[in-house]
């Protein structure tokens, strides 16, 4: 089952058990989210588009991390009047881990993986 889902402005194909990088969000890392605004939503053959939004689908995502995306370097030149302007952005994001989707068509959840340990090094023999 997968879901189109709106948030920042932009559109994401999500499924349970992806991760994804979102414009900023305003929630504390490890803390559960519900996106309710579902453009469509398909699952096994079935696909449910909603006008705009389908109804009583919500998407239900944890906060992984926040941060920032690769620096994007601007370079703006004027040829032959000496001018050379050099800038750089760096976007800010919200890393979730989609938990679940909830619809008409059924209801998908899955669970977070456990975050990776350092491996230990045993002593030589």
Same mark, same amino acid.
């Given at each position: 089952?997968?879901?189109? /889902?709106? $948030?920042?402005?932009? &559109?994401?194909?999500?499924?349970?058990? @992806?991760?994804?990088?979102?414009?900023? %969000?305003?929630? @504390?890392? +490890?803390?559960? /989210?519900?996106?309710?605004?579902?453009?469509?939503?398909?699952? @096994?053959?079935?696909?449910?588009? +909603?006008?705009?939004?389908?109804?009583?689908?919500?998407?239900?995502? $944890?906060? !992984?991390?926040? +941060?920032?995306? @690769? =620096?994007?370097?601007?370079? =703006?030149?004027? *040829?032959?009047?000496?001018? &050379?302007?050099?800038?750089?952005? *760096?976007?800010?994001? $919200?890393?979730?881990? /989609?938990?679940? %989707?909830?619809?008409?068509? +059924?209801?998908?959840?899955?669970? !977070?993986?456990?975050?990776?340990?350092?491996?230990?090094?045993?002593?030589?023999?």
């Amino acid at each position: 089952m997968y879901a189109v /889902i709106k $948030t920042g402005g932009k &559109q994401y194909r999500v499924a349970a058990g @992806d991760k994804i990088r979102v414009e900023t %969000i305003p929630a @504390d890392i +490890g803390a559960e /989210i519900k996106i309710d605004q579902v453009l469509a939503v398909g699952a @096994d053959g079935q696909f449910k588009v +909603g006008v705009p939004l389908v109804a009583g689908a919500t998407v239900s995502a $944890t906060v !992984m991390a926040h +941060g920032r995306h @690769d =620096k994007v370097r601007i370079f =703006k030149m004027r *040829r032959r009047k000496h001018y &050379q302007k050099r800038q750089g952005h *760096r976007q800010n994001y $919200t890393q979730l881990f /989609i938990s679940g %989707i909830d619809s008409e068509l +059924g209801t998908v959840k899955a669970d !977070m993986p456990a975050p990776k340990a350092a491996p230990v090094e045993q002593p030589a023999a």
